[in-house]
């Protein structure tokens, strides 16, 4: 199943719109042998209608934003970019530096949303004025963070700007729904739209019976069945496919829609968290 929609957009803190499906890169830029493939595969997706693309200085060791500037090619200003700079970057003078460097590989002027990629030893409120320092100059934005708990979140609100923040990129999906007990409602609350990393945990959740159950009835896919329980629920979705029938299957996704008796089956398979629980990572 192609997309044949337009891919809706959520409304950041900003005001700015973000598309709520993007292609992840993780695991990109890993292997020259695959570089042909991974271009390949985020092309096609552009080609398909969709404009946001998540990767990070740390993929492929900087690898993966120089493929992300290959498949975008003069499609620019079409793009939503998101890049991220590692906690050990992420000084004041660490952070804009790193940035600089992203934009290099990248090939463009600026990046659309700039993440911290997880908290680190350098203080959030050096991060953070890294980060309105490059948003001032043009070079990002806005900015958001990634992998920080729902205390990490309440620390953040008490910086200086810290408020300014657009996302938190997590890993969430059917199996890992602890943020629902505190760091959801903590987005919500603030308007700010969750990114759900690893939204296919790695491809490892799709064998299971339940949701093979509903994807049938559907005429879809176990992958598109967890993707659209995301998309539900107004969280941005970005999973990662060097396979271009992978994109289109999890484009299908957006017009897959769940019914409440769907979403009760699911929530007895999968169920939400009634305690409060760290984070999880990958
Ligand atoms: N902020 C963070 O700390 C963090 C951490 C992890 C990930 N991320 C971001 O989130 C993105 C997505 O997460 P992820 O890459 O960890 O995992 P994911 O998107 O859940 O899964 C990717 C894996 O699933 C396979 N796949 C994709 N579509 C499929 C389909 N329709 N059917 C079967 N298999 C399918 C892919 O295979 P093929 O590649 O062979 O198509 C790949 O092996 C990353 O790429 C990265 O951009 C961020």
């Known amino acids: 199943m192609a997309a ?23 695991r990109m830029g890993e292997s020259a042998r695959m570089r042909a493939a991974e271009v390949k595969a985020l092309r096609h997706g552009i080609a398909q209608g969709v404009t946001l693309i998540d990767t990070a200085e740390m993929y492929g060791s900087g690898e993966a934003e ?6 975008v090619g003069n499609r620019r200003d079409d793009m939503f970019i998101v890049s991220k700079v590692l906690p050990n970057n992420a000084s004041r003078r660490g952070t804009v530096a790193a940035c600089e ?60 700007h810290g408020r300014h923040c657009q996302t938190d990129q997590v890993l969430y999906n059917l199996t890992r729904r602890g943020i629902e ?5 903590f987005c919500r609350k603030h308007e700010m739209p969750v990114m759900a990393y690893s939204p296919l945990e790695q491809g490892r959740m799709l064998g299971h019976k339940v949701l093979a159950e509903i ?65 999880d990572m990958l």
């Open 215 to 279: 994807a049938t009835q559907h005429d879809a896919t176990p992958a598109q069945v967890a993707l659209a329980w995301l998309l539900r629920q107004n969280v941005i979705v970005i999973p990662k496919a060097t396979s271009t029938a992978h994109v289109d299957e999890n484009l299908g996704a957006l017009q897959l829609k769940l019914t409440t008796t769907d979403v009760a089956t699911l929530d007895r398979a999968f169920p939400a968290p009634t305690e409060q629980q760290p984070l």
């Open 4 to 26: 044949s929609v337009s891919i809706p957009t959520t409304r950041l803190p900003s005001g700015a719109s973000m598309p709520v499906f993007g292609l992840g890169t993780w």
């Open 66 to 71: 120089t493929i992300v500037a290959d498949a």
């Open 101 to 160: 460097r992203s934009l290099k590989r990248l090939k463009t002027d600026r990046i659309d949303l700039y993440l911290l990629h997880w908290r680190g030893s350098y203080p959030l409120a050096d991060t953070v004025a890294a980060f309105e320092e490059l948003r001032a100059a043009g070079k990002i934005r806005g900015w958001g963070v990634s992998n920080l708990d729902h205390d990490d979140m309440h620390e953040l609100w008490g910086v200086s």
């Open 181 to 185: 007990f505190d760091l959801l409602p």
